[in-house]
């Protein structure tokens, strides 16, 4: 995998607000990709997009693990 262009997607998710978040939700992923929240959750059970763990009910994602996901596309 690219690691520079890890690095300027991460720096990307930065620039969007999320600079001080190490931990992402379905919203903010969401709104990163430029999908809807139901389109990521299908996308999640498909096995399709960025990792996740689940964590009670919630989904998390980190952002080097959106910004690897950006970096196979």
Do not use: C, H, Q
């Not at 300027?8 to 001080?20: P, R, S, T």
């Not at 709104?31 to 299908?42: E, S």
């Not at 399709?48 to 989904?59: C, E, M």
Request: charged letters at 35%; aromatic letters at 8%; a positive charge.
């Amino acid at each position: 995998m690219n690691e520079k262009l890890i690095n300027k997607y991460i720096n990307d998710i930065d620039n969007l607000g999320f600079k001080e978040n190490l931990i992402l939700n379905s919203k903010d992923v969401a709104k990163i990709l430029g999908i809807g929240v139901r389109t990521l959750d299908n996308w999640r059970k498909e096995n399709i997009g960025p990792i996740t763990k689940k964590v009670g009910k919630a989904y998390l994602y980190t952002k080097r693990d959106v910004a690897e996901f950006l970096a196979k596309e």
